[in-house]
């Protein structure tokens, strides 16, 4: 399945100037960015499935980074706290745009 126009934005946006995007992991899965010093990790879910939220954030407790950000629209910033409790991952939810944000 290809990505949208502002999921590639979003990634590129998150990875920064120097940083990576589409970083693999184990068992053949890929994060979507990681900034140059490794020490954020991205990963962008759009869809609002809370099974797909929960692969995302089992994908970021995956990968070592001190700051794990899971990044998805306003409306589903809710579920996705939730899937991180759930999961036991310790990061931060944010909208799309930045303006608004949750740890966890």
Same mark, same amino acid.
């Not at 590129?12 to 184990?26: C, N, P, R, Y």
């Not at 990963?43 to 099974?51: C, Q």
């Not at 700051?67 to 909208?95: F, I």
């Given at each position: ?31 979507? &960015?990681?900034? /140059?010093?490794?020490?954020?990790? $991205?990963?962008?879910?759009? *869809? !609002? ?33 939730? &899937?991180?409790? /759930?999961?036991?991952?310790?990061? $931060?939810?944010?909208?799309? *745009? !930045? ?6």
């Amino acid at each position: 399945m290809s990505k949208t126009q502002s999921h590639i934005r979003a990634q590129s946006k998150a990875a920064g100037k120097e940083g990576k995007q589409e970083v693999s992991l184990s068992r053949n899965r890929r994060l979507d &960015a990681v900034t /140059k010093s490794g020490t954020r990790a $991205t990963e962008i879910e759009r *869809s !609002g499935n809370p099974k797909l939220l929960e692969k995302a954030a089992k994908r970021l407790g995956d990968r070592r980074s001190s700051q794990k950000v899971l990044q998805v629209p306003q409306s589903d910033m809710g579920l996705a706290a939730a &899937a991180m409790r /759930k999961k036991e991952v310790h990061g $931060t939810v944010k909208n799309m *745009s !930045g303006s608004k944000r949750r740890s966890v």
